[in-house]
């Protein structure tokens, strides 16, 4: 990853919002609703967090908060496999967010 994870989560979390933009999520069942919603809630705490994590100042708060943005990557990771249960997201997109997410994830430690 040639850019810092807060970066690389602006960008998932600028493509997740191109995909749900496309959708009219009035439209949606409830539960895919829920689910959208979580997703979001999700991304923007997980953005958050690794920003938090970016801008710490001792190696004990980095470790805090690097704890806290892997636990909110894998609760996204199980958000957007949940969502790809409702047709929000095709198994391309699955496999690219997830792969995304991996990959920021590598560079919080």
């Known amino acids: 990853m040639e850019k810092s994870p807060f ?3 602006k960008q998932l979390e600028t493509q997740v919002n191109g995909i749900f933009s496309s959708m009219d999520v009035y439209e949606l069942d409830k539960p895919q609703q829920k689910i959208v ?5 999700e991304l923007v705490d ?3 967090d690794i920003r938090d994590y ?3 100042e001792t190696r ?5 908060n690097a704890k806290s943005a892997h636990a909110r990557i894998d609760t996204l990771r199980k958000y957007i496999l949940s969502a ?8 391309v997109d699955v496999a690219q ?3 995304q997410l991996e990959q920021i994830a ?4």
Request: cysteine-free; hydrophobic content about 45%; charged content about 25%.
């Open 7 to 9: 970066l690389g989560i």
């Open 37 to 41: 919603t979580a997703v979001r809630r």
């Open 46 to 48: 997980a953005r958050l």
């Open 54 to 56: 970016e801008l710490s």
């Open 60 to 64: 004990t708060e980095q470790l805090a």
């Open 84 to 91: 790809s249960e409702y047709d929000i997201f095709g198994a």
């Open 97 to 99: 967010l997830t792969a």
């Open 106 to 109: 590598e560079y919080i430690y």
